[in-house]
């Protein structure tokens, strides 16, 4: 069983910086892929980052050059590093993870970028 618990959500001014973490419980590993991804009122969820270790790290082109993705194997956390917000970044971002083919969700957190 795998738990994700995410934090670090806000509500930040146009430009501003937030960094959301998300810790793993269970058995994750380093090569099993962990991300990010957000969904806004009235939209799909929607891939914002992934990363693993041996794989690529992909970034949404909407995010590329303003968020970056980062681990911590030894912590079993995945970050989020998000600058250069803009309003359209609002939404719920939810941390998963791939455990073998099986998915797991946290919570959520909650960004508000306002204008």
């Known amino acids: 069983q795998v738990q994700l618990v995410e934090s670090g959500g806000a509500l930040v001014q146009a430009g501003g910086s937030l960094r959301l973490s998300c810790a793993a419980s269970?058995?994750?590993?380093?090569?099993?892929?962990m991300g990010w991804y957000r969904q806004a009122p009235g939209k799909e969820r929607e891939l914002v980052a992934t990363?693993?270790?041996?794989?690529?790290?992909v970034h949404a082109d909407s995010v590329k050059g303003r968020f970056t993705i980062s681990r911590d194997n030894a912590k079993n956390t995945v970050y989020l590093e998000m600058n250069s917000l803009k309003p359209e970044d609002t939404a719920v971002y939810y941390c998963?993870?791939?455990?073998?083919?099986?998915?797991?969700w946290g919570k959520g957190t909650l960004v508000t970028v306002s204008s």
């Open positions: 990363i693993n270790r041996g794989g690529p790290i």
């Open positions: 269970g058995s994750i590993f380093s090569t099993n892929p």
């Open positions: 998963y993870a791939d455990r073998f083919g099986m998915d797991y």
